[in-house]
């Protein structure tokens, strides 16, 4: 009896729980904060009970951070990588502003400010008179504007916050990219996520008592207003339910104006937007960690390391191969046992492992020169679709045509009708000139007389095409010359060049960079490694897709042409120079690895030159380098709040 066959893991049986683990991290620091803002709503009347976890701390806790859980859930559901792309912020408005996501954003936001806003109202001490029900006199009920008041300004704040959410396109998942390491560089790659959340923390503080100030102020004095009729009918309406209130939906005659609940209400939002913050960092550093497990990679538990590596270099879902050509670019790099297994790995179905990752790797730097190509061009026409059987006769439905005399002429018809049609036919054959002819010329000669003696010269040529257009056009450039309306409509010269290399309707950088080093970093370290020559049969392959993808790119980066609506008129694109400085450090390497044997490898003289031309990098004046924004610099070690904004 043969043996059983072994089964290969997936590769998502091994970065699934990776995530979820790192989900879990998340969720215990928003814990642990929860914790801390319920000491800041308790009773320090004693010296034990207000801290003690176990009494009403720790069921404060419980509620704030069920408050904070639809947050926790929305992000695992949304979660994406790469850049929005699209030509113009007016674009990704128009794409994402009702679709369903955006809605159970805003929805998501607002639920969990409602919750954490009567956590906080159930929290305050009964002087403070913040209980939704009150009594003025006697035994009879009512309805405590103040309670209303801060639930309202809260779930204000929930739904701008969901708002700026989607904006800032903060379900993103920042992926890292490997680069080439210098003598005496640490290793990076290995750090956690948490040491660079220290480095948050003044910098968020700061803006969740921004955002707080402005909603409560806005709420305070302009929003309040036109809601307060609104809100005040419906919690009537739920707690008619409960309690014994007055029939009458009209609110109070004066409202519950006082700074003291305006400073509550800010401390209230402070607290909730910290924690909305602390948690979006803690998600993005967390899940933006490289691929590794105890300094190991992810697919080393499994019983086939790099037939599970395989299956996730050639997932269908974006997430699953970003993260395992992430991986497989670190043992490029750093597992210098796990790579010389790659060399050795030639008994699988499909042919040697080498033989795979670089066509999986070659694929995926071909996509880009293929955009290129397709750009420009109509889309391609639909697939002609199979010879269908002959369609039968109908069946008649109809009566057979009559026996009656063809010939006959038809009855003269009498009536209005009749009489215009004779006469409209007497003057179109009648000899002479139409009425149209007739009166025509004079009508417009007296209309340009009109003109002359009505008009000056600059409005006559005001009225003419050429000068309507530029009517236009000047219009037209004062609205993009507005600082903030007109950069939603302007399509700047990075945005359509990212959108066109990186495709739609996400874009991930890291995918094609590692892709590159992984490429060039195996074929280089074959040279010592490979025991069976099977990796310098595709060198010459590779060196030739470098140097076509670079060339096309640069030339592609070049000739585009720059829009109307873009009044920067800056040619600089950080991701396509990201990409390029990739692309040229690999088949740098790959020069200087390979030159030497150019004639055993079969490269021809033109092809070593225009390699050579390729891996030529750009010099860059000393001042623009310093001018070039941080943010393009980095991809999981940069900062991710200071990403631009698509």
Known sequence: MPPAATRRAPYKDFLQPALQRRFASTAGLLLTISYAEALTLSNWGHLVWPWFPLGLPGIRTLGIFISILPIIILRIAHSHIGIRTSNSPIETLRYYAISFATVETIITFAISAWLFSQIYLLSTPADANLGWITYYSGDRARLNERALFYTVNLVILG??????????????????????????????????????????????????????????????????????????????????????????????????????????????????????????????????????????????????????????????????????????????????????????????????????????????????????????????????????????????????????????????????????????????????????????PEAKKKALEATEHLLTKEQREALTPEGVNNIARSLSYRVLSIPTVGLLFQQLFPRRLTTVVLGRPYGELSVYTNAAYALSRLAVCSLTEDQYGNVQRDVPAIIRTFTVVIKKLEKFRDELPMHWTDLQKKRECPEVDELLDALKDGLGELIAAFGQYSTDLRLTRADMRLAREAAQKRQVEPQEERSRPDAAKGTAESRPEMEELR
């Open 159 to 440: 739904i701008v916050q969901g708002i700026l959410h989607i904006s800032l396109d903060s379900d993103r998942m920042l992926l890292g990219t490997v680069k080439p390491r210098r003598e005496g560089e640490a290793n990076t790659q290995t750090a956690g996520g948490w040491e660079k959340l220290g480095e948050w923390i003044p910098v968020l503080i700061v803006r969740a008592g921004m955002l707080s100030i402005s909603v409560g102020l806005t709420n305070y004095i302009v929003l309040y207003h036109f809601v307060r009729s609104f809100a005040w009918g419906w919690a009537l309406s739920f707690f008619r339910l409960f309690y014994n209130l007055p029939k009458s939906n009209i609110p109070p005659s004066q409202a519950p104006w006082s700074i003291w609940m305006l400073g509550r209400s800010m401390w209230a939002g402070f607290l909730l937007c910290l924690l909305w913050y602390i948690g979006d960092i803690a998600f993005r550093l967390q899940l933006g960690r490289p691929p590794l497990k105890n300094n190991q990679p992810l697919s080393a538990e499994s019983k086939d390391p790099n037939g599970s590596l395989l299956n996730g270099l050639k997932s269908k879902k974006p997430r699953i191969a970003a993260f395992a050509m992430w991986e497989l670019a670190l043992i490029a790099r750093d597992f210098d046992v796990r790579r010389r297994s790659i060399f050795e790995d030639i008994d699988r179905k499909d042919g040697p492992l080498w033989s795979q990752i670089y066509v999986t790797c070659l694929n995926t730097i071909k996509a880009l020169e293929q955009r290129i190509d397709e750009y420009g061009k109509p889309p391609a026409p639909p697939a002609a679709q199979t010879a269908a059987a002959p369609p039968q006769p109908p069946a008649r439905i109809v009566p057979p045509p009559k026996s009656d005399n063809v010939w006959a002429p038809a009855p003269p018809q009498k009536g209005l009708g009749s009489s215009i049609g004779k006469l409209v036919r007497n003057v179109a054959t009648s000899p002479g000139k139409t009425p149209a002819e007739a009166y025509f």
